[in-house]
Structures are given as C-alpha cells and as structure tokens.
C-alpha cells in the first residue's frame, strides 16, 4: 500500500481509464475526472465487458495509474433471466480489472449496490454489516465486489444506491414523463431507501481520488457507503421530483409492492451508513433532496 501512496504522492496528473462512459455515473465521471490528469473515456463499442481477453489487453496496453469502472449490468429485472450476462459483466469483468490492475500497478475504483443486502434491516446498513442479496444482479455485484478483493489490495469499491439523473433511462426520467402522458400514478411505497443523483457521485469520486492521490496517509482500500443522506420510499420520490418539477396536476397514489409484481424481488429497506466515507475521506453527499434540486437544475427543470 506504501508503495501506491508513493506513486500518486509523486505523480498528481494521474492516467485514468474510465469505463462505462455512457452510464448515468460514467457520463458524470467523464466530466468530474479531467481536472485530474488524462482519463481515457470509454464506452461499449470501444470494448464490451463481456469480452475479458480484450479487456484485459485494454488495460495492459493503457497502464492506468486509476481505472474507474461505472459499467455494468444494471437491469435488475432483466438479469433474472439472463443470469449469465449479469455475472459476466459484474463479476468476470471486475475480477479481470483487478488482475490487470495489479499487473500494472493501477488503483481501481468500481461501484456496488444497496442490493447486496437483503432489506429485513430496521436500521441504516454499515460496510461491516452481513450481506445477502435477494436477486441476482444483487448477488452478481457481490460476486465482483469479492473478486475484486481477492486480486488486489489496490482498490476502492462504492456501494451506492437508487441511482439517477436527467440523463439517460431511470426513475426520475421515467416519472417526469409519465406524469405529463398520464392523470394518475400508482408508485411503490413499502420499499425505502435513499436516492442518490449521479453528478454527486462522479463528483465524490473525483474528489476522493485528488485526496487519495496526493496526501491519504494509510491504507485506504476497502468498500464504502456512498450515498445521499436521509431516507424515502419511491413513493415520495416520485412525488417530489413531480411537484418539484411543478407537475401538480397528476395523482400520485402509493400502493404496496405486491400491486406491482416485478421478475427481480426488492430490499423492502436498503438505506447505507455513509459515516465510515465521511471519517476516512472527510467527503459526505448532501441529503437526498438536496440532490434532487441539483438534478432538475442541471436539467432545467427546477419548478
Ligand atoms: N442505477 C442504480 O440505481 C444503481 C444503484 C446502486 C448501484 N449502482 C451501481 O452504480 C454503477 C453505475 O450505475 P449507473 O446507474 O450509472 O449505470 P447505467 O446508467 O445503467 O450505465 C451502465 C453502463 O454500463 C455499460 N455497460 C453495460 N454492459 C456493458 C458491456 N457488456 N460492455 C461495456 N459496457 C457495458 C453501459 O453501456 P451502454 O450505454 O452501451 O449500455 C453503460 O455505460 C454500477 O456499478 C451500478 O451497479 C447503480
């Protein structure tokens, strides 16, 4: 670990190989990362994470200083049925990542989930509490959070959760646009947890590695929490991005899980401690609200 310290220590323009660009998170990364050095941004038509022989040759051939992984299979409904593609991608390819990284001396950054664990918890998840993840993208992110470990003492592993932002497909964009096609709305209201807008986590990220890359003294590898603060159910998240957005004309009606069968089971409750984030890196997201401001000004949609 010394021996990582030294190198970013002595070397502040880091060489970054970004994968996943196109992501709600990747897209932020490729912003947030630039005032750091050279980052290498790329995408899946630049190499698909399902190929591990290319992968690991992209990652010799770079020599990163910091590969930042934001890829992944994130279709949790989806990956119930194709369980395969789903271990490939966040499990195989994370585990080739971490090898090729050791081979070259590289940090890496990747992301996990909430849905590691099982939601019967009453009280904010901590890293140190047991997973047990109830579908299969849950499970296939935890299989990549412990190959990474395996492979390498080199590494920084996010776990964050309800993912995003006004680009791309999600929940906010989602309910924007069916508020405007639709009179009513029935959201789920038994499952909580806690937003997190992309753009903060891009940003945490950076900033973690500006402070990891010059003067973080000990050894910093390991998982952390990385989310907004507060909790909510999607219930009120849909009310909040819709009125916030200055819809108040749609109903919003909440309704249990079981009214909206879905292929993937969900955590009834999967809100992370962010403390262990805050003590090691002094960096806490703003509270989920907050975030949620941010997005729909970034969007131009701030009621
Ligand atoms: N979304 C959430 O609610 C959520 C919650 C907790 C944790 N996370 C974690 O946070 C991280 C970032 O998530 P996100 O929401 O930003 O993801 P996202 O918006 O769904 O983006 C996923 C990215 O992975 C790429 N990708 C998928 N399969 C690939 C393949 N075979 N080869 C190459 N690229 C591939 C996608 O490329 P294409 O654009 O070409 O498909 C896209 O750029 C992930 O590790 C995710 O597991 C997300």
Known sequence: MRKSIERYSQKIAMNILLFGKTGQVGSGLADHLQGLGRVVALDRGDVDLSDLIQLERVVINHRPDVIVNAAAYTAV?????????????????????????????????????????????????????????????????????????????????????????????????????????????????????????ANLIAAATALILSRVGTDRPGDYSGIYHMTCTGMTSWYAFAKAIIERAGNTAVRIIPIPSNEYPTPAKRPKYSTLDTSKLERCFGIQLPAWRVGLDQCLTDANLAG
């Open 77 to 197: 409904d989806q990956a119930e049925s194709d369980p395969a593609t789903a271990e490939l991608v966040n499990a195989k390819a994370p585990e080739v990542m971490a090898r090729s990284a050791k081979k070259v001396g590289a940090l890496l950054v990747h992301y996990s989930t909430d849905y590691v664990f099982s939601g019967s918890a009453e009280q904010p998840y901590t890293e140190a509490n047991a997973v047990d993840p109830i579908n299969v993208y849950g499970r296939t992110k935890l299989q990549g959070e412990r190959a990474i470990a395996e492979q390498t003492d080199d590494y920084l592993i996010f776990r964050t959760s309800w993912v995003y932002s006004h680009r791309g497909r999600n929940f906010f964009n989602t309910m924007l646009r069916l508020a405007k096609e639709r009179d009513e709305l029935k959201v789920v209201s038994d499952q909580h947890g806690t937003p997190t807008y």
